[in-house]
């Protein structure tokens, strides 16, 4: 679920499988890229079922096209801060937020001094 769904006539995007589009109705909805989003809003659940860590810091992120998603949060991201969708292990394993790579980390190949775009 990286990846959106645009609608081929009005553009509106989602990450959710639908067969039309919410906002014009039109079928045959395409896969795009879902590229870079901001976070939104930022929470944490404290009562989690067995197997899933607590606390478990969700973040609600929006992407163009009016696609938002709300998925787990890396360490350290706040509200404001630019992400991108990173695929986990596993097909059931649902993505995570993670900040966007900048040039810096690009340069640095332990990955130490990592910074989040703001």
């Not at 989003?37 to 899933?52: C, E, K, L, R, W």
């Not at 991201?77 to 810096?104: F, N, Q």
Request: charged fraction near 30%.
């Amino acid at each position: 679920m990286t990846r959106v769904l645009e609608c081929p006539n009005c553009s509106r995007r989602t990450f959710y499988e639908k067969r039309r589009c919410l906002d014009c109705g039109a079928d045959g909805l395409r896969s795009r890229d879902s590229g870079v989003g901001t976070v939104q809003a930022v929470t944490a659940v404290h009562v989690t079922p067995d197997g899933v860590s607590a606390p478990n810091r969700l973040g609600l992120a929006s992407f163009n096209g009016d696609a938002s998603i709300i998925a787990r949060l890396e360490d350290g991201l706040e509200a404001g801060d630019s992400v991108v969708l990173e695929p986990t292990d596993g097909a059931e394993s649902p993505p995570r937020l993670v900040p966007v790579e900048t040039e810096r980390d690009r340069e640095t190949p332990t990955g130490s001094g990592k910074q989040r775009d703001r």
